[in-house]
């Protein structure tokens, strides 16, 4: 018989392999293809957010706008020509464009 202590605990939300990485105060997520790690430091999300967010507020962010991060990832290392495997980060600028580009967002507003 199975203890409640011995229950393992229920699955997290599926987040696109996110996870906030408290070490750098940052979300971290794999950019698909490129073989490395996207990271967006909580004072993006501050911008992005208008307000002081917890570790949980980011990743909710980042599940609700998960598109647009990855395309920001995308532009950006097309842009920066970032090599295959190397790490990058994303501001809160990078992430605004690809929200107004999506429509998500109106003309100086944020989410």
């Not at 202590?5 to 971290?28: H, K, M, T, Y």
């Not at 967006?40 to 002081?52: C, I, K, Y």
């Not at 917890?54 to 290392?77: G, M, N, S, V």
Request: include cysteine.
């Amino acid at each position: 018989m199975t203890s409640p202590s011995d229950a393992s605990p229920p699955p997290a939300p599926d987040r696109g392999g996110a996870e906030w990485r408290a070490d750098i105060a940052s979300l971290v997520f794999p950019v698909a293809g490129h073989g490395a790690i996207c990271a967006v430091h909580r004072g993006a999300f501050r911008t992005l957010l208008a307000a002081d967010p917890t570790p949980e507020d980011c990743l909710a962010y980042f599940q609700r706008f998960e598109i647009a991060f990855e395309a920001a990832a995308r532009a950006k290392i097309a842009r920066k020509q970032i090599a295959i495997g190397t790490n990058l980060h994303l501001t809160s600028r990078d992430i605004a464009r690809k929200l107004l580009e999506a429509g998500q967002i109106g003309s100086g507003e944020l989410p």
